[in-house]
DNA sequence: GTGCGTAGAG
DNA sequence: CTCTACGCAC
C-alpha cells in the first residue's frame, strides 16, 4: 500500500480550506499535515476536510496564532508529541496512522536578529530544535517514524536562492545548520524530498509574499520538511528511488499561502 | 435624451469594484455618484470604471474613512460643492454633467445617542442637515440640480420598516424627520424615487449586515435620495411619470454593500 | 456582520 | 505582501 504524506504551512487553514480541497483531490495524501492553522480547535473547518476524503482529524489549536493539524484519511491512533514547545505554543501534533508515528512541528521562525540572547525568539527555536534533537536520540532508529512540518530551517546550500547571501539571514545561519544537522544525526534521518531531488538541483517549499512575481524573482527557501527514521528506509527507498515532490505550482494559484506541500510516499 | 443618475453607498470601493461593473451593465447609469469609498483619491480605481464606461470620475477620498466620487459616462465640469463637512471629513463632491448639476454628499450617520449636546456625532449631524439648507436657499430653483448621496435619514413612515420603533432610532427620529423636512422645502425639491414609488408602499434603500436574511425580517431603512430641484420638473416626470428605482437586488449578491443603488432618469 | 485603522508576525 | 488581534464605526 502507498502512503502519500503531505506537509503544509497553510498560513490560517479557514481561509484556506478550499485551496486544500483542491491539492487533496488533485494529489490525494492519505495525510495531510498542516503548520499555521491559525484557529482554535473549534474553529477548525472539519466538515471541510470530511468532505475531502480526510476525516480522522487531530488539531492542536490555538487563538490566532501557530496552531497545527493532521487530517487522515485512514483512522489515526493518537500518540504523543515528541516534545513539547517551551512559550506554550501550538507547536507540535502527533498520530500514528498504518503503523507509521508521525510528528508535525511548526518550529519557530527566530525572528530577524541571529543571536540567542539578544533575540529571544532565536533563542527558543534553536532550544526547540535541541530539545527535539535530544528526544529524537531516546527513540529506536528501526520504529517507522516520520519527523514533518515547517521546520523554518534551510539546511542545505541549494535549499536556498543564495547561499552566500541567506547565511546572515534566520532561516540559514551557521547555527542552524548545525542545529538542522544535528538532529538528522540524532537518528541517521532521511531527508525524502532532497532524496528524491538530489543537489546540486534547488529546491524551495517558500517564497515570500514580498516579492510580486516569486517566480521571476526565485528567492525562495525549502523550510518544509519530510523526515524519515532509518526504520522506514525500505518503505521510502523503492528500487533505489524517493517519490516526493514539492508541489509549487500551489504557491500560484489565487491567495495563496506562501508555503507550497510537500509530499512524500511509503511503501508500507 | 435620458441622463441615467445612480447614487451607492458602495462601503470601500475597491471591494465592489467588481459588484459596480456588474451594476452598471445592468442598468446602465449615465453617473453613478458613491458614498464610503473608504479610500484615498490615488487608490481608487480608475481602470475599472473607465472599462465600465465611465472614464470621467471625480473623487473625494480620505484614508480608510467615508469619501465619496462621482464616476460618469459624459464630461464632467468641475462645479463647487454647496458645502464642506465641519469637520473636514470627504463627504462632499459636486460636478456638472449635461448642464445638470449634480451634488453628491455622505452625511453623518450621527451615532446611537439622538442627542445634540451628549453626542457630537449627532449634533454634527443636524448641523450638516442645517448648513446644506442654507445653501440650497441661496440657489435659483429654477436652476437644473440634483442633490443626491446617503443622506443616512429615512424621512417618511414607509421608508423604515416601523415607524413606531424607529423614531427613537438615530436616522428616524423627529429632529432628523424635521431637519430632512427644511431641506426639502428649503427649494421644494422633488423626491424622485418615492415619487415613481407612492406611499404606502414601503421603499427601502438599506438593510443591516446584522440580520441573517434581510429578505426575511426586512429591516430596511430608506437612507439613500436622489433629490432634483424644480427647474429640473419637467426632466423629471415625464407623461406624469417618474422613472426611479432602488435595486434592491443588488443587496443579495455576494459580500454586498449594505446600501441598494438608486437610480433616477432625467429627460434632458 | 463587514470593513476600516493600528500593531505585530512572517 | 499577507495573515492574525484588537478597536471603532455603521
Keep these: 500500500m502507498r502512503l502519500r504524506i503531505a506537509t503544509w504551512n497553510v498560513n490560517s487553514v479557514r481561509l484556506r480550506a478550499e485551496q486544500a480541497a483542491r491539492f487533496v483531490d488533485e494529489q490525494a495524501p ?10 482554535q480547535d473549534g474553529e477548525f473547518p472539519r466538515e471541510a476536510f470530511e468532505a475531502m476524503g480526510l476525516p480522522h482529524i487531530k488539531i492542536a489549536g490555538q487563538k490566532g496564532w501557530h496552531g497545527v493539524a493532521i487530517a487522515s484519511r485512514l483512522p489515526i491512533e493518537d500518540t504523543p508529541t515528541l516534545m513539547n514547545c517551551r512559550e506554550g ?12 508515528e508521525i510528528q508535525n512541528f511548526y518550529i519557530p521562525a527566530g525572528g530577524d536578529l541571529p543571536d540567542r540572547v539578544a533575540n529571544p525568539k532565536f533563542d527558543h527555536k534553536l532550544d526547540f530544535y535541541e530539545t527535539l534533537t535530544a528526544a529524537l536520540k531516546k527513540r529506536d532508529p528501526k520504529a517507522p517514524l516520520i519527523v514533518t512540518g515547517d521546520l523554518n530551517i534551510a539546511p542545505g546550500e541549494n535549499d ?4 552566500r547571501q541567506m547565511l546572515k539571514v534566520v532561516s540559514h545561519t551557521p547555527a542552524e545548520l548545525e542545529a538542522f544537522d544535528a538532529m538528522i544525526k540524532s537518528m541517521d534521518l532521511l531527508d525524502l524530498p532532497r ?45 533505489g528511488k524517493v517519490s516526493s515532490q514539492v508541489h509549487d505550482t500551489v504557491r500560484e ?3 495563496p499561502s506562501d508555503h507550497a506541500p510537500v509530499t512524500a510516499d511509503l511503501k508500507i
Tied chains: 1, 2.
Design 253 to 255: 494559484w489565487e491567495r
Design 160 to 163: 536556498v536562492w543564495s547561499h
Design 195 to 239: 532524496l528524491a531531488t538530489p543537489e546540486p538541483e534547488k529546491l524551495f517549499s517558500w517564497w515570500s509574499y514580498r516579492a510580486a512575481d516569486f517566480r521571476k524573482s526565485n528567492r525562495g527557501l525549502r523550510l518544509d520538511h519530510i523526515l524519515a527514521s532509518p526504520g522506514l528506509r525500505e518503505a521510502a527507498i523503492v528500487d
Design 89 to 100: 505554543h501550538a507547536r507540535c501534533v502527533a498520530v500514528k496512522v498504518a503503523g507509521v
Design 30 to 39: 492519505d495525510v495531510l499535515c498542516m503548520q499555521e492553522i491559525k484557529c
